[in-house]
């Protein structure tokens, strides 16, 4: 059982379904991801939007595609949701907050963008 993500042109998650492995090849279609990426979005038919094959334990594009997450190409990863309009990206496609995370039990507060303790 494989696992494809509907991916909008603004490259954002818009859903996530069960499709069949990419080793599988049935009536002529299969055998690679690519295929089945190519199948599957020409079956949804829908303008913008094309699949592309997520894996729940991360062996492939970084993370297990979330909705509402971002599908970079370049880099050919998801990653999920940005937690907070003050985090940002870093290089390993990581979300980061404006300051480190102290050690101990601390949340995020937006509103005064700091770590609060528990």
Do not use: C
Not at 9 to 30: C, F, K, L
Not at 53 to 62: D, E, F, H, L, P
């Amino acid at each position: 059982m494989a696992h494809y993500a509907w991916i909008n042109a603004d490259n954002i998650v818009i859903n996530v379904s069960v499709g069949v492995d990419e080793t599988v090849t049935q009536q002529g279609v299969g055998g690679s991801t690519e295929a089945w990426e190519q199948f599957y979005t020409a079956a949804v038919n829908q303008e913008g939007v094309y699949l592309k094959r997520t894996s729940y334990n991360g062996n492939i594009r970084k993370e297990f595609a979330a909705v509402g997450g971002k599908y970079i190409a370049d880099a050919d990863v998801f990653v999920a949701p940005q937690p907070y309009s003050s985090w940002t990206l870093d290089s390993n496609y990581d979300w980061q907050p404006p300051t480190p995370k102290p050690e101990g039990d601390y949340y995020w507060n937006e509103a005064e963008l700091e770590w609060v303790e528990l």
